[in-house]
């Protein structure tokens, strides 16, 4: 199997036995590997009554063909189970160098299945797992962990670990690999919290066999040229995603204080710029890539990989905190924890409007958690983690902690399908709010990156749309043309994710396009794949995952963006002179609710959905070969257009 390590493994954490399976050739053509193999898992093992803390979720860790091969960043891997925090699908992805490593351990999938009596680690070497106890890790951060784990087996080995966030079942928690690398949306830390499961360790030898190497290396060549050569990708390996702090800020995309403006006062204090000239020790790139988009710092005698602009915004601006090093101060506490810096930031902000509303006192909450407050946000962090005080409360995420308070919280808790606003100011980028809204994942800027138009990328648009709709499309404020330049970019968001490739090199710049992928594919597996191919694995996924949704309760009222987002406008200070605020309109009033229904209604349109529910219809999964989903849905009820 070229491009795979060709094995499977199902680890049963009760009876602690495993069994290896090949790989099965049939599931390359449709799904390729890494998402497009877990999402297929999680349909077909995982029904919607399970609840995901229970042993009958599943916990899966996946790779693609592209994982370990020099193609450049082939190092991701996604963790995937029904999620504990939106109830429905739930996956995360990570970079740096775990994702190959199991590959070379000579494993495209684990699947972890039912529940440990007590903490266990998964030891994945040379094609053997071992379960060994992890009751001296139980309570460490994952950073200690990390070291022992390494000490005890080997100082080159990759670890991902749950810290005491994961342990105690935190719904935001976060699984983090090498150190600063974290694959933390949707809870997956939490599920394998739940499964006894404190971290896997691997390292392996296993070569990635390649079908025509020559052909493959003389594209890997190409296309690590491009990437080089992308303006994008550029301005990433310079700064870091960092960079994109000042480039919000004008643009009112620069989330702050809990949505309630497009972007903060001197916001640049905690910008790229200034993390270059402050705190920046080097540049740091994950396996196989050119970008060296990574940024490792130092703050208070602490090095550490991190302040990405997720994080940087979710605990910066959002919380009304523009002091660069106090933002590192509650990464590097994150990171140890194992918290969703995103989740986080987002449910400590949504904590701090209800204070300053008086829908909850500061001596419920248990600490002065007041806009701008770092110590207050360091505190916070803990109580989440160890689910203390008003901190247990704020565990459950923002959507199942305003349904807790009640008396009108739920109007402040910025989140969809339960899950929290990526750092997108979605009122400023009409393309990212359908994006955030539409994902089967729940909120998230990730599912389907269409940065086209916040990028002003005109040579990608024009090798995809019509020269006739390019200015509309590029413009982010314009609802024109943005469910078209969704629909694609969700395509190729899946079929990066199932090769485990960066979207750095793909729909984040479009430094290479469908076609490279489909080409590299070709040379390395040996089996043919063309651009129209592979972008129909891409929509297969999508519906497959949306199908689970739907099985799992899900229809169009949940495409929503927050009350808001919806009806309030977008206010903004002005980046020239900060004492005065702009309102930015047309996002007055009743406007973007009745723009959000007509977008919904295209994007339904182009995918062959159903309009009144959101539901794929019969036509749509037959012509893509989901005939078994048509019938599960009917089994259980579920009439489909």
């Known amino acids: 199997m070229y491009g795979y390590a060709g094995k499977i493994a199902r680890i049963d954490l009760a009876t602690k036995k495993i069994a290896i399976e090949e790989t099965p050739k049939s599931w390359i053509k449709e799904y390729l590997g890494g998402r497009g193999f877990a999402s297929k898992i999680l349909f077909d093992e995982v029904p919607p009554e399970v609840d995901a803390f229970s042993p009958e979720n599943k916990l899966i860790f996946a790779v693609g063909p592209l994982a370990g091969t020099v193609w450049p960043t082939g190092s991701r891997y996604t963790v995937a189970a029904k999620s504990p925090l939106s109830d429905g699908l739930g996956y995360a992805h990570s970079g740096g160098f775990f994702g190959p490593e199991l590959k070379f351990a000579g494993f495209d999938m684990l699947v972890f299945e039912s529940k440990s009596n007590k903490p266990v680690y998964a030891w ?3 094609g053997t797992i071992d379960l060994l106890d ?11 962990v990390t070291k022992i784990l390494q000490s005890d087996h080997d100082k080159a080995a990759k670890v991902a670990a749950i810290g005491p966030a994961g342990e105690n079942l935190v719904r935001i928690a976060a699984v983090i690999n090498d150190e600063g690398r974290a694959a933390a949306r949707t809870g997956m ?3 394998m919290g739940s499964k006894k499961l404190k971290a896997i360790v691997t390292r392996g030898k296993q070569n990635v066999e390649i079908a025509h190497r020559d052909k493959f290396m003389a594209k890997v060549k190409e296309v690590t040229e491009k990437i080089r050569k992308n303006p994008g990708a550029q301005t990433y390996g310079q700064f870091g995603t960092s960079i994109l702090v000042n480039f919000k800020l004008y643009k009112g995309d620069l989330p702050a204080k809990n949505h309630q403006y497009g972007n903060m006062p001197y916001s ?14 080097k540049p740091k790139s994950c396996y196989a890539c050119p970008i060296h988009c990574g940024r490792v710092v130092e703050v208070d005698g602490i090095v550490f990989e991190g302040m990405e602009y997720e994080t940087i915004d979710a605990l910066g601006p959002m919380l009304w905190i523009n002091d660069l090093k106090a933002v590192a101060r509650a990464n590097i506490l994150a990171n140890k924890l194992g918290l969703d810096t995103i989740s986080a930031g987002v449910t400590i902000a949504f904590a701090m409007e209800l204070v300053d509303r008086g829908i909850v006192s500061k001596d419920e909450v248990g600490v002065n958690l007041e806009w701008g407050n770092e110590q207050a946000v360091l505190e916070m962090l803990e109580m989440i983690s160890y689910r203390k005080g008003f901190g247990d409360i704020l565990a459950e995420g923002a959507y199942r902690a305003a349904q807790k308070i009640g008396k009108g919280a739920e109007k402040y808790a910025m989140t ?3 899950v929290e606003l990526p750092r997108q100011e979605p009122r400023a980028t009409k393309g990212f709010g359908l994006a955030h809204a539409t994902s089967n994942r729940g909120a998230d800027h990730l599912y389907g990156l269409p940065t086209l138009a916040v990028a002003h990328n005109v040579d990608a648009a024009k090798k995809l749309f019509p020269e006739a709709d390019i200015e509309e499309l590029l413009n982010p404020r314009s609802p024109y043309y943005k469910p078209e330049m969704l629909v694609i970019s969700e395509h190729f968001c899946a079929i990066s994710d199932a090769v485990s490739i960066c979207k750095f090199t793909t729909s984040e710049t479009w430094a290479i396009m469908p076609g490279d992928v489909a080409e590299g594919l070709t040379y390395l597996t040996g089996i043919e794949f063309t651009r129209e191919i592979i972008l129909e694995i891409g929509e297969r996924i999508i519906n497959l995952e949306r199908a689970y949704n739907v099985r799992a309760g899900f229809s169009r009222k949940d495409d929503y963006q927050p009350e808001r987002i919806l009806k309030e406008p977008l206010r903004i200070y002005d980046p020239k002179d900060y004492s005065k605020v702009i309102e930015i309109g047309p996002y007055k009033g009743e406007g973007p609710q009745v723009e959000m229904d007509e977008l919904l209604d295209h994007y339904y349109e182009l995918r062959n959905w159903d309009k009144s529910t959101g539901y794929p219809t019969k036509k749509k999964l037959q012509e893509l070969g989901l005939d078994y989903v048509i019938e599960d849905l009917e089994k259980r009820g579920i009439s489909l257009p």
């Not at 009751?135 to 994952?142: Q, R, T």
């Not at 640049?268 to 020790?281: A, D, F, H, Q, Y």
Request: charged share 30%; no cysteine; proline share 0%.
């Open 268 to 281: 640049e204090n905690v910008g790229g710029e200034l993390l270059s000239k402050t705190i920046l020790k």
């Open 124 to 126: 994945v070497h040379d």
């Open 134 to 144: 992890a009751s001296h890790l139980w309570g460490k951060d994952v950073w200690e």
């Open 416 to 418: 969809i399908k339960k």
């Open 189 to 191: 830390a939490a599920v």
